[in-house]
């Protein structure tokens, strides 16, 4: 690619990750000490990184040496922030957690530091144990590894099965998205106050079109083609949105438009709902000891009509800025963070049910953790070993991802169809309307591309 297609892509970057973000700085909003043996880290204030704050000092600097001073941020928030201080190479941070969205982009973009020397140097850290999926996902254009998962997800469907037992319903292992339909109107109501799925509906790239996108790939759909023809508005596509919408219209939850992925895990926890498509994660909640709902969910892999698997891959994960003055301290907290003996202080310390699962295939083999999550543990990882971020659909794409398009501008095109899609769920326009000014977003992107590349 060349530089000056890079440092556009650097400057859409940015721009695209601020765009619609509040400026609030949270809680820890910068980095507390900046001395010789001291690294500081930006994360994303999910819990599990909250567990990682906990037991750095105690455990990582007291065994190095080397002070961690985290900064701690919302989601949105932290996306920000990182892009501004990455983007300008401040260094004022040496680690931040990033996604499997972000890395490629920013590898590219030459931002962040390749870890290839580092993993080979440290033969504890066993690269070979972190799942292909991931370790594919995290690297660049060059082959070169730029990012350690420190948790990962995928995608499947999970259902009430003592209510499917009751109806006489049998859920396959692989179902496809019609049988899940079928059963959605079987069960619908057959509970006072329960609706036969949940589907996210809320507005944002990561929210309704998450799941969304995934059902696109699965019905043959595209946000691109492989030569930058926007498909949007294409027959699959709109076949796929329209599935969609009438599913979660006629056998949905409550207040669909505005269900994201926290609303629609409360509906299943309170019996609102008998099925939910979305994040393998979401099992860990199901199963905890004071879940109402522990014990009686199934677990089914994503459901597909034109491809064999369907569900998505993300991974928050730790980079280190290319600015960092701090790169051997810098890699020392990411191979202890990312590692089985971190999953295996998380477990006894704080219980297995909280382990930063989804990276390790050594985790799946680990008979505490498996006796805790034994009901998912075999599904996550299947949805996971399944997930191709670089073939997700029936043709080739221009950017790899499975519930996105590794693009700076997906964020912002993503986020302007999905307020349309939104409102074709909320009856206020239809499916064909939504799509029609979605493909015309998308050709301006494509336009860019198609320019970019004939230059």
Known sequence: MPRRVQATLAVTMATALAAGVSGCAGWGGGPSGGGPNSINVLMVNNPQMVDLQQLTAEHFTAETGIEVNFTVLPENDVRDKISQEFSSQAGQY????????EIPIYARSEWIAPLDDYVAADA????ADILAPM????SGDDGRLYGEPFYGESSFLMYRQDVLDAEGIT????PTWQQVADIAARVDGVEPGMAGICLRGQPGWGQVFAPLTTVVNTFGGTWFTEDWEPGVDSPEFREAVQFYVDLVREHGEVGAPQAGFTECLNNLIQGNVAMWYDATSAAGSLEADDSPVKGLIGYA????????????LYAWSWSIQQASSKKDAAWEFISWASSREYEELVGNELGWSRVP????AST????????EASAFADPTLAAIESADPNDPGVQPRPAPGIQFMGIPEFPDLATQVSQDVSSAIAGRM?????LERGQQLADDVAERYRTREAE
Do not use: C, I
Request: glycine share 4%; charged share 20%; no cysteine.
């Open 171 to 174: 859920m396959p292992a692989n």
């Open 94 to 101: 040496d680690v931040a957690t990033l996604s499997n969205f």
């Open 430 to 434: 239809t499916v064909d309307e939504a």
């Open 301 to 312: 892999a994503a459901p597909v009509v034109e491809t064999d698997s369907s569900g998505w």
């Open 364 to 371: 799946y083999e680990n008979p505490d953790y498996l006796a």
């Open 135 to 138: 370790t594919a996902s995290l």
């Open 124 to 127: 504890e850290f066993d690269q």
């Open 357 to 360: 699962a989804g990276k390790r």
